[in-house]
């Protein structure tokens, strides 16, 4: 049983950083690929950061240039580094995992991961 737990979140003002971890636990030797997404109260989940089949990373446009995204797998840890928060980048933000295909990952949009943690707030204040 994959767990998935979200670290980091917090209240910044504009302009502001912070930087998300997402620690995996369970089913170590097993590869997964790690990705954030995001929602806000009465919205649907959305996809922020994952990477592609080639090991790209792929990001929302709407944080390109602000937001990256690295995975460390000696560590089973992803991060998510946010800068130039803006107050529509806040949120729940949620760590997905899903299993690597071979060495890659899946081709799969983050919202359809099978393995979620419980959140992180981010609030971004103006």
């Known amino acids: 049983q994959v767990q998935l737990v979200e670290s980091g979140g917090g209240s910044v003002q504009v302009g502001g950083s912070l930087r998300l971890s997402c620690a995996r636990s369970?089913?170590?030797?097993?590869?997964?690929?790690l990705g954030w997404a995001r929602q806000v109260s009465g919205n649907e989940r959305e996809g922020v950061a994952r990477?592609?089949?080639?090991?790209?990373?792929l990001l929302l446009g709407s944080v390109k240039g602000r937001f990256t995204f690295d995975q460390d797998d000696a560590k089973n840890t992803a991060y998510l580094q946010m800068d130039d928060l803006k107050p529509e980048d806040t949120a729940m933000y949620y760590c997905?995992?899903?299993?690597?295909?071979?060495?890659?990952?899946?081709?799969?949009?983050?919202?359809?991961?099978?393995?979620w943690g419980q959140g992180t707030q981010v609030t971004v204040s103006s």
């Open positions: 997905a995992a899903v299993r690597r295909d071979g060495s890659t990952c899946p081709i799969l949009k983050v919202v359809d991961f099978p393995y």
């Open positions: 369970g089913d170590t030797g097993t590869r997964y690929c």
């Open positions: 990477f592609g089949v080639d090991g790209a990373r």
